[in-house]
């Protein structure tokens, strides 16, 4: 899971070589939105397909996280807590692209299931029987054979879906609606330069009759924002950028302009960073699209922004005016960001009681390690706890201003020594979703304890198409290392966390190997949590943690996700890596399907 600098065939590819051409960089026009911004389309009808905060359909499964607020839990409860020893399998469907770890998480309307494979692949099957009704895929190549540069894998995480468009995100930066019934292309918005470092993992979401969607690539170096189009037309409602450009070239907002004073030298030149590559939410009543961003590029600030500085909006929950995209308000949850400490994880919108008063809150595990609760209405911070055994580079979240207290190593670019910092890059939590369950009153997180050893690289030079971090993590550094400090907990877990007492509850940690190595999380009105773990799809009891049942679906889980029909309740998850086979597995009570090779 460790991500990995990608090296280019420079022989091959001559857009490549473009090496530290300043000035030429700084010139190039990104395609600007048009701020006039549009009405909000007519919200959503009644019935199978509506969304709304906390209270979609109950027997579908209609956005990433099932519901706008993004929870990962439905109130389906036919399997529970006393009868999962009957789950078995229903049947299983081996997707025909392999080549990358699934995340997928799949929608189901309508009796269709709705999901994506490996290099932007898009299926649907019949729910009930895992039959094939249509398949498209883009042909994207991978990156050895001119594709686009991918940090991490050319991986996709989901559709979105709005009436009869189903909406998909492509590695090289595309959006296309695709027809509900035929899977035949609609419309494409290329929605990133091409031929730039910019690619799309991330699942679209819906926000006010505007499909949104953001981008990756800040490890190559990119400038991020997020842009939301019309369902129907395609076209360009609002863009909205996560970090200033060129002070030269005029600020798109004045939200850029407060942004700029935050940053020193020529932070554009390699883009700033900030891709909003994962994670957005939507509070329908409140009209505010939730954001996500990432790191900066490069990683060490010294040379992203020399003299320091928050670097705003990077690594931040930005609430967006979903009608035009402007920034209502933000709360940094790793000001001026060192480490790829992204704030792209999982969000969750819910309405809690804490210290007797109703609050209306989202709440975030970002890759620094400490649990947010955040008041979802002014940006007000009301805690932050630390949610990993492991957490070095920061003591705790100062509760009067709601900034991390950072230890004095951790700063190793303006320390000019190189240091082991807990998380590393990888995040104490990363893509893979937690879950919430209103009658336990848990939001369950997939952990990692992870750790990195962060040092300045002092002869920094830009390159297109390359890594641009500017911080060495492994191997090469110039001074001898200390001593590897040992982690003191699990290297993957879950975790229950109360969110009104930030607190944890349970926790249940991850065999070695077998079971090693998390995947999403969702929780269901069963009293259960499911969750992706190394090769097995486990179920827990969600008030204990105690595990009640496992199963084998092939090692790189995703995310699991459930829905009825007919009166069945069935359960899905895409498991299995390259060498096994990656497979939409789904299970029922009672379920007596073979298991595919018999074994
Ligand atoms: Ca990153």
Same mark, same amino acid.
């Given at each position: 899971m460790m991500q990995r600098p990608l090296r280019k065939d420079r022989s091959s590819n001559n857009r490549w070589l473009v090496v530290a051409v300043l000035g030429a960089l700084a010139g190039v026009v990104m395609p600007l939105g048009s701020f006039a911004g549009q009405p909000a389309a007519a919200q959503q009808s009644d019935g199978p397909g509506a969304l709304a905060l906390q209270e979609a359909a109950p027997e579908e499964w209609l956005t990433y996280g099932r519901d706008q607020a993004e929870t #990962?839990?439905?109130?389906?409860?036919? !399997? &529970?807590s006393d009868n !999962?020893?009957?789950?078995?399998?229903a049947w299983s469907w081996e997707i025909?692209?392999?080549?990358a770890r699934l995340e997928t998480t799949p929608l189901v309307s309508n009796g269709v299931m709705y999901a994506t494979g490996p290099h932007s692949f898009v299926f649907a099957l019949d729910a009930r029987t895992g039959e094939k009704i249509w398949q498209w895929d883009p042909g994207i190549p991978d990156e050895r054979n001119g594709g686009p540069s991918v940090c991490c894998g050319d991986v996709n995480r989901g559709l979105a879906i709005y009436e009869n468009h189903v909406f998909a995100g492509l590695l090289d930066g595309r959006l296309v609606a695709l027809d509900k019934g035929t899977g035949l292309v609609e419309w494409v918005q290329q929605t990133t330069p091409p031929g730039q470092d910019y690619s799309i993992t991330g699942a679209p979401r819906i926000a006010a009759g505007n499909v949104i969607i953001g981008n990756g690539g800040a490890e190559y170096g990119i400038r991020g924002y997020v842009t939301a189009y019309d369902t129907e037309t395609g076209e360009q409602a609002w863009r909205t950028y996560t970090v200033p450009g060129n002070p030269a070239d005029g600020f798109e907002s004045e939200a850029m302009r407060v942004a700029a004073e935050t940053w020193f030298g020529e932070w554009w030149v390699v883009g700033g960073g900030g891709s909003a590559w994962d994670t957005f939410a939507f509070d329908p009543e409140a009209n505010l699209v939730y954001v996500g961003t990432g790191n900066g590029a490069p990683w060490n600030r010294d040379i992203r922004s020399p003299g320091g500085g928050d670097n705003l909006y990077l690594s931040s929950i930005l609430a967006l &005016?979903?009608?035009?995209?402007?920034?209502v308000w933000y709360y940094q949850t790793t000001p001026g960001d060192d480490w790829d400490y992204t704030a792209t994880q999982p969000m969750m919108l819910l309405d809690l009681t804490i210290d007797g008063r109703e609050r209306n809150v989202i709440v975030q595990a970002p890759k620094n390690g400490f649990f947010f609760v955040i008041d979802r209405l002014t940006g007000e911070f009301i805690s932050g706890e630390a949610y990993a055994d492991d957490v070095t580079w920061a003591s705790g979240i100062d509760q009067a201003t709601g900034r991390p207290i950072e230890t004095p190593e951790a700063r190793y670019g303006m320390n000019r020594q190189g240091a082991y910092l807990?998380?590393?890059?990888?995040?104490? #939590? &990363?893509?893979r979703p937690m879950s919430w369950n209103p009658t336990t009153g848990l939001v369950y997180l997939p952990v990692q304890n992870t750790q990195s050893y962060y040092e300045m690289v002092t002869d920094f030079r830009y390159t297109l198409g390359q890594w641009n971090t500017g911080t060495t993590i492994r191997g090469g550094g110039s001074r001898a290392r200390p001593e590897r400090p040992e982690l003191t907990g699990p290297r993957t877990l879950l975790s229950a966390r109360d969110p009104a007492t930030n607190r944890e509850v349970w926790r249940a940690a991850s065999e070695e190997g077998f079971g090693a190595g998390n995947g999403g999380t969702m929780s269901t009105g069963g009293n259960l949590v499911f969750r992706g773990s190394g090769s097995l799809l486990i179920a827990h009891d969600a008030t204990t943690g105690e595990v009640l049942w496992q199963t084998e679906v092939g090692g790189g889980t995703a995310t699991p996700m459930t829905y009825e029909l007919d009166g069945v309740q069935y359960l899905s998850i895409a498991g299995g890596s390259t060498r096994e086979g990656p497979r939409m597995w789904t299970f029922r009570l009672d379920g007596m399907a073979p298991r595919p090779g018999g074994n």
């Open positions: #990962h839990y439905s109130p389906l409860d036919q !399997i &529970n !999962i020893d009957r789950l078995g399998l025909p692209k392999a080549g &005016n979903a009608d035009d995209g402007e920034l807990s998380p590393g890059p990888t995040g104490a #939590h &990363n893509w």
